[in-house]
């Protein structure tokens, strides 16, 4: 045998007897820092789905809010010869209008019908519902506003910050 041979042979059993691993607790660290970086991606991940969560739960006000400018709209189709009495300032009583036995007129059916939506605009986050008039143009609009980021706004600007305005949504349309 050469020298180069024994000398790989020596340096083989020395491997072996584990005379050249003296280092301990490398692959610990490995696995910490493995941890660390899953942990870093896990809290990412909830993360997201938090703001999945949120964005979903504001889709659903908005498709609620759609849904009642739908509602309200049709209502005013179907007593087009009252559709100027759905405009109301202030709210309206909803205490003795329209009964079963007692029927009612166009305009008080009108007055029950936006008390009706306008209580259904309350399920939303404060939630307000307004119907306007443009006689200039022939067109009513609808105006429906919530707290979308439930921060406590009260402002009627409907703008750019949920902090100070709420979140609204508009329709117009002629009967």
Not at 11 to 36: C, D, H, N, W
Not at 71 to 97: E, F, K, W
Not at 116 to 135: E, K, M
């Amino acid at each position: 045998m050469n020298s180069v041979g024994v000398a790989a042979r020596r340096f083989f059993l020395s491997i072996r007897q584990g005379k050249y691993f003296k280092q301990r607790g490398f692959t610990l660290l490995e696995v910490l820092i493995a941890v660390l970086v899953l942990s870093i991606g896990l809290i990412g991940l909830a993360g997201m789905q938090l703001l999945g969560v949120k964005n979903n739960n504001s889709a659903a006000m908005r498709s609620q809010a759609v849904f009642l400018a739908q509602d309200i709209s049709d209502r005013m189709r179907a007593n087009i010869g009252n559709a100027g009495s759905y405009v109301i300032t202030g709210t309206p009583s909803c205490v003795g209008l329209c009964t079963i036995t007692s029927g009612c007129s166009g305009s008080q059916l009108a007055t029950y019908d936006v008390c009706q939506w306008r209580n259904s605009a309350a399920t939303l986050p404060s939630g307000i519902g307004h119907i306007t008039y443009d006689a200039g143009n022939d067109v009513y609009r609808i105006r429906l506003m919530w707290d979308d980021e439930r921060t406590g706004a009260t402002g009627t600007n409907c703008g750019s910050d949920p902090t100070v305005d709420l979140s609204c949504f508009d329709m117009e349309f002629r009967p």
